[in-house]
């Protein structure tokens, strides 16, 4: 008994010690945080991801690839926190056009169309949008409370990984990554990544006699190319504005009917997207798809939805919100990306010499806590931009895109060219951008590609570790425990996807990938 009772007050002692170096390093990032500089950096993020996500065509890994060459006069931390207010400031932007004019500004809000819209044909558009903003407000600060707890013993945890559990953690998210895309190119992402130097052997690999080839190719040119140009590319220049249902001030305040029909899609969206986003793949719009199915599925009124259901708008909204923010935690405990956005973060940080994963909370506490506690400071802005200024967001869409696309391509070419003043990572780009724009007309997904080649030197060097150690041995990823867990995980996903080759039922995947490429002829 006494035993018992001295292991309960171990336990609790542990927890008070875990819960008070939390909240000190909180108050660190924050002390970081409100710096007037950062917090400058922090708006202009998310005042950027509004804009991104409100217009169609150009979404979060759009912007973040064009902006990401202005950030290498920056440090990490302004660095990281500003293009990481783009991603999640776009999934607030994405619900403005989806409400008001039934067009998704981003990927994830392809759901928020079907009852918004609906609500807002209603005289009901600013309830929508208020509804839409503080159920994004809340999944997120739940997701940022969640990462906060999660992420750093997580990391601690991960410190254990030696190179053939990280070959066998990268490789379980390649197969994951594939079994949840309609299409996946990150095998092409990983050849294009073995480019360069042999970091091994020193030897040259495919370089082409180009000596500006030899660090490989640049995480910068690549996804500017793919989806900066290529997205300009392939969208139709003659886009015409359909009529904007715009509201005023005083009708964004919903009844307490709507807030009662809100208040537990938004919980469940919060809990439901935080998870999904954890998995590899498009969490956010994976999410938003789920929470959106749930709401229907528990209705007591099924039929209201698609004629203007708060359920409909409340849960996506959250559910694609909490996602993006459970995304970073594989991304800053594990150093693995769960979809292109965080790769090209993990890329960013690399370039300022910050590597992400298990060290990064010990090595950098103020790149890690000022990033997590920008988040909750990034939300408190987008909840204060979304509201009040929704009409002057809505006017950006009526600048016509002959004046805004050769403005972009302007900047692709101008950022891409001051990074290294080489003329080969523009022709790199311009290449990209043709690859982006075929990918796109026949139906393939360019993301998973910047995956693939911001994974594949981790990849490689721990795969070659791991021989180095065994003697070219493969067994040492199935005699390592942890190792042989995440191995016989990719070998379960790989036996679900033969399954579903020979089962002529569609399943859930095929209806995703419907609703991707309906949303990208809607855009």
Known sequence: LLARSGSRVARERHKAGFMESTLASLALGFSVVFQPDILVYAFIGCLVGTLVGVLPGIGPLT??????????????????????????????????????????????????????????????????????????????????????????????????????????????????????????????GLMIGMIGIDSMTGHFRYSFDLPELGDGIGIVPVPVGLFGLGEILSTPSAKVVSEVVTPKLRELLPTRQEWREAAMPITRGSVLGFFVGIIPGSAHIISSFLSYALERRISKTPEQFGQGAVAGVAGPESANNSASTGAFVPMLALGVPTGPVTAVLIGALAIHGVAAGPNLVNEHPNVFWGFVASMYVGNLMLLLLNLPLVSLFVSVLRIPYSYLYPLIIMFCIVGVYAVNNSIVDVWIMLIMGGVGYGLRKFNFDPAPLV?????????????????????????????????????????????????????????????????????????
């Open 63 to 188: 912007g973040i690839s064009i902006l990401l060459p202005i950030t290498f006069g920056l440090d990490a931390t302004k660095a990281v926190i500003m293009l990481a207010g783009i991603y999640y400031g776009s999934q607030y932007g994405g619900s403005t056009t989806s409400i008001l004019m039934r067009i998704p500004g981003e990927a994830s809000s392809v759901m928020t169309c079907i009852d918004g819209y609906a609500m807002a044909r209603r005289g009901r558009a600013g309830a929508a949008l208020c509804i839409a903003a503080v159920g994004s407000f809340a999944a997120g600060t739940f997701g940022l409370v969640m990462l906060t707890v999660i992420a750093p013993p997580l990391a601690s945890f991960a410190v254990r990984f030696g190179p053939p559990e990280y070959a066998s953690l990268l490789v379980l998210g390649l197969i994951f990554l594939s079994y949840m895309s309609s299409t996946s190119l990150a095998v092409a």
């Open 451 to 523: 995956l693939g080649l911001v994974i594949a030197p981790i990849f490689e060097m721990s795969l070659r570790q791991s021989l180095v150690m065994s003697n070219g041995d493969y067994m040492i990823f199935l005699q390592r425990p942890i190792s042989l867990v995440l191995v016989l995980a990719a070998a379960g996903l790989l036996l679900l996807s033969v399954v579903s080759m020979f089962t002529k039922r569609k399943d859930w995947r095929s209806t995703l990938a419907e609703v991707e490429a309906g949303e990208e002829k809607a855009g």
